[in-house]
């Protein structure tokens, strides 16, 4: 797929380097992030790998 130019830019919300891929900081940073859009992410080890989710915050209200 050929990357393209002219498209609309997107606003950053958030930006930050990590040195190396560390998942728990990884979402530590996406809650700090998008907590307030309503997003809650959650992590945990399974056997090798890790499983993300991603929560609606808004849901619970209702």
Do not use: C, S, W
Request: hydrophobic share 40%; aromatic share 12%.
């Amino acid at each position: 797929m050929p990357v393209r130019g002219d498209h609309e830019r997107l606003q950053v919300i958030g930006e930050r380097l990590f040195d190396a891929f560390q998942p728990g900081e990884v979402v530590t940073f996406l809650n700090q992030t998008l907590k307030n859009r309503g997003l809650i992410f959650g992590i945990r080890r399974v056997g090798d790998g890790y499983e993300f989710v991603v929560y609606d915050a808004d849901a619970r209200q209702e």
